[in-house]
């Protein structure tokens, strides 16, 4: 299966061969919040998701820890 990647931050697509899966689970309104992005964004929740994960990824390579740190202090504010 081939797919057309798009980085959010740069302007360039590569074709990529996908040959791993992942799977997790999630809460329904995160799942819903995300459908409805794919929606308006004409894409399905495969590539949102890959996007805003491939995102996270370049962010802790750029940042480390420091970036999990802040994203578990906004998750504690949440859930408060």
């Not at 990647?5 to 791993?20: G, M, Q």
């Not at 996007?51 to 202090?73: H, S």
């Amino acid at each position: 299966m081939l797919s057309i990647v798009c980085h959010l931050s740069y302007s360039y697509i590569a074709v990529v061969r996908k040959t791993d899966f992942l799977a997790f689970r999630v809460n329904p309104t995160l799942k819903r919040d995300i459908q409805q992005m794919a929606d308006d964004e004409q894409r399905n929740l495969s590539q949102i998701c890959e996007m805003l994960l491939y995102e996270g990824v370049e962010a802790y390579k750029k940042d480390g820890p420091k970036f999990i740190q802040r994203l578990v202090a906004k998750q504690k504010l949440r859930t408060r």
